[in-house]
């Protein structure tokens, strides 16, 4: 659910080009992040003290292997899906009904949508894998916290969350990551720092446990874990 889905496209239409032109971006950042780092090819679908290879002959087709939750058109879970083709599992995409009506592209084959507020309890329970990109920033500290709570509602000691998200740093700030927090600002939301976002999490009942990063980019994976 992004800034430009809340914007009335008749009042503020050329606004929302803008933005949607910098979603994009920011979606490339993250996705090179979670690429670069390996964030899909070994850690993530690990379970604690279980390899890559033992998962991937562990899991079944009906256990939840990923849900992406506010996942837009798709493009993240279809490029997870693509890499991890040799472990089972569902893979769920969840959006608002109007966002999954325009999802007809062929690459989705064997990914579930789903519709879903993630203002309300998570509906898929106990997955190896939540993960959230670019949602979180949208919203005052209230309601993230409470979008990270009905997450770690559903969540079981296997299971981790992965939040894809600029990175602001504790002080200071180059000119990107400053237009970038007073961008979202105008809209009600905000960028956040890590000493940030461990508070929230920990008010959401979880804690984190890495950050995954590439050079130069300021995109951040966080992979959190009940607490």
Same mark, same amino acid.
């Given at each position: 659910?992004?800034?430009? !889905?809340?914007?009335?496209?008749?009042?503020?239409?050329?606004? !929302?080009?803008? %933005?949607?032109?910098?979603?994009?971006?920011?979606?490339?950042?993250?996705?090179?992040?979670?690429?670069?780092?390996?964030?899909?090819?070994?850690?993530?679908?690990?379970?604690?003290?279980?390899?890559?290879?033992?998962?991937?002959? +562990?899991?079944?087709?009906?256990?939840?292997?990923?849900?992406?939750?506010?996942?837009?058109?798709?493009?993240?879970?279809?490029?997870?899906?693509?890499?991890?083709?040799?472990?089972?599992?569902?893979?769920?995409?969840?959006?608002?009904?109007?966002?999954?009506?325009?999802?007809?592209?062929?690459?989705?084959?064997?990914?579930?949508?789903?519709?879903?507020?993630?203002?309300?309890?998570?509906?898929?329970?106990?997955?190896? %894998?939540?993960?959230?990109?670019?949602?979180?920033?949208?919203?005052?500290?209230?309601?993230?916290?409470?979008?990270?709570? !009905?997450?770690?509602?559903?969540?079981?000691?296997?299971?981790?969350?992965? %939040?894809?998200?600029?990175?602001?740093?504790?002080?200071?700030?180059?000119?990107?990551?400053?237009?970038?927090?007073?961008?979202?600002?105008?809209?009600?939301? +905000?960028?956040?720092?890590?000493?940030?976002?461990?508070?929230?999490?920990?008010?959401?009942?979880?804690?984190?446990?890495?950050?995954?990063?590439?050079?130069?980019?300021?995109?951040?994976?966080?992979?959190?874990?009940?607490?």
């Amino acid at each position: 659910m992004t800034a430009v !889905n809340k914007l009335n496209s008749d009042v503020y239409g050329p606004v !929302n080009n803008v %933005i949607a032109q910098l979603e994009q971006i920011i979606y490339s950042g993250c996705l090179r992040v979670l690429l670069e780092a390996g964030v899909f090819d070994e850690l993530p679908l690990d379970r604690r003290g279980m390899s890559s290879s033992d998962l991937a002959a +562990k899991t079944n087709m009906e256990e939840a292997l990923l849900v992406d939750i506010g996942g837009g058109q798709g493009h993240a879970i279809a490029t997870i899906k693509k890499l991890t083709q040799d472990t089972r599992g569902r893979m769920i995409l969840q959006e608002r009904e109007e966002a999954i009506r325009e999802i007809v592209d062929i690459e989705f084959v064997g990914i579930e949508k789903m519709t879903y507020d993630f203002f309300t309890p998570q509906p898929i329970q106990g997955a190896l %894998i939540y993960h959230i990109r670019r949602c979180l920033h949208d919203w005052p500290d209230a309601y993230y916290i409470t979008i990270l709570s !009905n997450i770690a509602n559903a969540m079981t000691p296997t299971s981790r969350l992965l %939040i894809a998200e600029i990175g602001l740093p504790e002080e200071g700030g180059d000119t990107e990551a400053s237009w970038l927090d007073i961008t979202m600002l105008l809209f009600g939301g +905000k960028e956040r720092s890590e000493n940030e976002w461990i508070k929230l999490l920990d008010v959401a009942g979880m804690r984190l446990e890495r950050v995954y990063g590439a050079e130069g980019t300021k995109y951040s994976v966080l992979e959190a874990w009940l607490k």
